[in-house]
């Protein structure tokens, strides 16, 4: 275990919501494989008509905008075992109830990460595509606010925690729910 600046602790790895094929939401500090996590989430399953995707990147800019570009080194994450999978599981069974979907994967990195690594995917799965765009874009936007997870950007001129941005939480509004991080 290493216990991070924020209180938190981060485990090399975390399956707790699931194992193998079944798990909907997978923490760990290794990089996945896009193509196996979307097999695992249809599981050959003859009602799907499609998947949608989002994969989200370490980029080499932080937020202040394009005049640092290159500026981020590493991006660390931070998290609470058990409490961040019990809450993206909880922004499963949400969208669950909201879209005619019938799977989520949730696959989200910890540690420390590079420019251009992958850190999250989120896979939604339905029988047609506006189902699955909809609940996809909808388990980003909550996860991006709700899940309790601390991020931290090395740069030449040195670490800085990064905070939530409002146009995240303008983005979960837009689902009807006002929870405000920023």
Not at 118 to 141: I, N, Q, T
Request: include cysteine; glycine fraction near 8%.
């Amino acid at each position: 275990m290493l216990s991070g600046s924020r209180g938190a602790v981060m485990s090399q790895t975390s399956v707790l919501s699931g194992t193998g094929a079944a798990a909907r939401v997978r923490i760990q500090t290794a990089q996945f494989d896009v193509s196996e996590e979307i097999a695992a989430l249809q599981q050959n399953d003859p009602r799907i008509g499609a998947v949608c995707t989002f994969l989200g990147t370490v980029r080499d800019r932080n937020v202040h905008g394009a005049e640092h570009a290159g500026s981020v080194q590493t991006l660390e994450l931070e998290h609470y075992p058990g409490m961040t999978e019990k809450s993206i599981e909880a922004m499963i069974d949400e969208a669950h109830t909201r879209f005619d979907i019938y799977g989520v994967r949730v696959v989200h990195r910890v540690g420390v990460m590079y420019p251009t690594e992958p850190v999250v995917l989120v896979a939604a799965a339905s029988a047609h595509r506006g189902e699955s765009f909809k609940a996809c874009e909808f388990v980003m936007d909550y996860l991006k606010t709700q899940a309790p997870f601390w991020k931290k950007e090395q740069t030449a001129q040195g670490a800085q925690w990064v905070d939530a941005r409002v146009s995240d939480d303008r983005a979960l509004a837009r689902w009807g729910i006002d929870k405000r991080n920023a």
